[in-house]
């Protein structure tokens, strides 16, 4: 038992020298970057089982996802619309969806490191969350694949889709979340 609290004090001591060594601004960058990718890998996953497994189960009592779901008593809303009215519940930050050929103009990177950070996500698909420095916003994009077919012939099929191409599993944009710094 002894030995057991000296190991955890000395590990906890070890813990906060190293807090208190940290620079403050590279410990309030580090808290910046560590809830950015809380924040997208909690969005990620919620989204995933909407798509995957909500979808799944409302269409086997013929309810459908359609983009005007709230005019049709047998329609859910869209993956991305849900994602999007949760971002609009929050009030501490901002999550929302970017691409660069979204459906919506509204969905259009704001910014231009916003943009770049897409392309980067694209370039390289083993890179999953970017997270940078914006003007006066801290933030954090993380790729948002088609992970099922039916994402894919979604937009393949909408009328306003600027990109008629898309596979499973490829990168259709971002999720981002946007704070102050």
Request: proline share 4%.
């Amino acid at each position: 038992m002894r030995g057991t609290i000296g190991f955890k004090t000395g590990v906890f001591g070890a813990l906060v020298v190293m807090v208190v060594a940290i620079p403050l601004t590279y410990a309030e960058e580090f808290s910046r970057d560590a809830a950015a990718k809380y924040i997208l890998a909690t969005a990620k996953a919620f989204r995933t089982v909407y798509a995957k497994q909500i979808i799944a189960q409302a269409a086997k009592s013929n309810v459908k996802p359609d983009e005007n779901w709230t005019k049709d008593d047998h329609a859910i809303m869209l993956p991305a619309q849900f994602l999007k009215a949760a971002g609009s519940e929050l009030k501490d930050f901002e999550l929302s969806l970017i691409g660069l050929t979204p459906i919506y103009k509204e969905n259009l990177p704001k910014t231009k490191a916003e943009e770049d950070a897409l392309k980067k996500l694209a370039a390289n698909p083993a890179t999953s969350v970017l997270t940078f420095e914006d003007g006066s916003q801290f933030k954090g994009v993380a790729a948002d694949l088609a992970i099922a077919d039916s994402c894919a012939a979604c937009h393949n099929a909408h009328p306003m889709s600027p990109k008629k191409d898309f596979k499973k599993g490829d990168i259709m944009g971002a999720i981002v979340v946007r704070f102050a710094k």
